[in-house]
């Protein structure tokens, strides 16, 4: 019988932000998938530290790019890798920092394994985003009543930020690792920074947080983001 693939969200990196049913997932599979991005993977860290114990790894390789067509060729190996445990009778959990469905990898390979492959069974577990974990830090609503979100991956461009900021009460800026000093100008120039609040490695011991500007020129941790909460009064 084929085995059975779970997309499993670890949380934002504090093992004890992990869920019941991810670390019940995690005890029970034979083989784990933490993708290599060319840096140390902090959701098989997280893993790591939750659950001891050995387990079979795959490490599919996913480039730090934007090129559709070698991003697709990665996604398309890594389907086929696991699929190949899975035809076997294995059961494999896909790691995946936060939630599963946020921003992760693991949606590529799930779709790509559902239509090439229907008969598999998925399940996705999922987990405290770094989103949810930021707000609880910094001890503010993320949104309340009938205010509303906007989430922005800001490596890909932050060309509609005003717009953005004047129609939403919250707006999040993700992956902000690698044009940091780039958005600082851009919240500068828009005068946004007064709503702006950095925030590295929620929901773990090392979160740190502060005025955006105050990190300007430092090299910030890819566990970053900054949230732009609307002024009140
Ligand atoms: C590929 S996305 C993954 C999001 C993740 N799936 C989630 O649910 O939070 C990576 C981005 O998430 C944000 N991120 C993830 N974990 C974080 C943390 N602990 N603290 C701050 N930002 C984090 C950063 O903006 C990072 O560049």
């Not at 693991?106 to 598999?120: D, G, L, N, Q, W």
């Amino acid at each position: 019988m084929t085995g059975k693939l779970y997309g499993v969200g670890v949380g934002p990196g504090d093992p004890e932000l992990m869920t019941l049913k991810a670390v019940k997932v995690l005890k029970r599979v034979s083989v784990l998938c933490a993708p290599d991005s060319g840096r140390e993977s902090r959701a098989l860290d997280v893993v790591r530290r939750a659950v001891k114990r050995e387990f079979r790894l795959l490490r599919p390789h996913f480039p730090m790019t934007k090129r559709r067509e070698v991003l697709e060729k990665a996604w398309q190996r890594a389907s086929e890798a696991i699929y190949r445990e899975l035809r076997k009778g294995e059961d494999v959990a896909f790691v995946t920092i936060g939630d599963p469905t946020f921003y992760s990898t693991f949606t590529y390979v799930m779709e790509r394994i559902k239509s090439a492959h229907p008969e598999v069974e998925i399940e996705v577990v999922p987990g405290v985003t770094s989103v949810t974990a930021c707000a609880a830090n910094l001890g503010i609503p993320l949104v309340s009543g009938g205010e509303s979100l906007a989430v922005v991956p800001a490596a890909y461009g932050t060309d509609n930020l005003e717009l953005l900021a004047r129609n939403f009460d919250t707006v999040v800026l993700m992956k902000v690792s690698r044009s940091f000093d780039s958005i600082l100008e851009r919240l500068r120039q828009t005068g946004l920074d007064e709503r702006a609040v950095f925030a590295a490695k929620c929901g773990t011991p090392a979160f740190t947080s502060g005025e955006p500007q105050s990190f300007r020129g430092r090299k910030v941790d890819y566990l970053s983001m900054i949230l732009l909460r609307r002024l009140r009064g």
